[in-house]
C-alpha cells in the first residue's frame, strides 16, 4: 500500500480560525484523507483529539480561545507519538514549537501540506 493509499485509512484533524483557510484547506485534505475533523480554535481541535483520536494533527498556533501551542502541549500529553504540523504566518522565535513534528509557513502550498503529512507519518513509522 502506497503512501496515498495509507492516508485514506486514517483520521486527520485540521485546526484553523480562519474560514476561508480551514474550508479551502480542509476541501483538499477531504479528497485525500479517509476522514477529516475540522475545529476552529485550539479548545475544539483538543476536545475533537481526545474524542476521535486522529492519526495526524494539523494547526495555527494563533487562534482564540486556546491557542496552537497550547493545545499541542495538551495533546503531547496525551500522546508523544502523533505527528503535529504547524502552519503559520510567523517565522520568529515567539512561534517556535519544539512539541510539533514540522512547520510550514503561509501562505500554504496544497502539495507541500499533502507531502508534509506523508513525511510525518512515514518517520513515525520507522521509529
Known amino acids: 500500500m502506497d503512501a496515498t493509499e495509507k492516508l485514506k485509512q486514517l483520521t486527520l484533524l485540521y485546526v484553523e480560525d480562519e474560514d476561508i483557510a480551514r474550508l479551502s484547506i480542509g476541501s483538499f485534505l477531504r479528497r485525500y484523507m479517509g476522514e477529516l475533523l475540522l475545529a476552529s480554535n485550539g479548545s475544539e481541535g483538543l476536545q475533537l ?3 476521535k483520536r486522529p492519526a495526524v494533527v494539523i494547526t495555527d498556533l494563533e ?29 520568529d522565535d515567539a512561534h517556535y514549537c519544539p512539541e510539533a513534528d514540522l512547520t ?10 499533502l507531502q508534509a503529512v506523508k513525511d510525518c507519518l512515514a518517520a513515525r513509522e520507522k521509529g
Do not use: C, W
Not at 501551542?69 to 505527528?83: A, F, N, V
Not at 510550514?104 to 501540506?113: N, R
Open 49 to 51: 483529539y481526545q474524542e
Open 104 to 113: 510550514i509557513l503561509k501562505p500554504i502550498s496544497f502539495m507541500e501540506l
Open 63 to 91: 487562534m482564540p480561545v486556546m491557542n496552537g501551542m497550547e493545545m499541542i502541549r495538551k495533546i503531547r500529553e496525551l500522546d508523544h507519538s502523533i505527528p503535529i504540523i504547524i502552519t503559520t504566518a510567523y517565522d
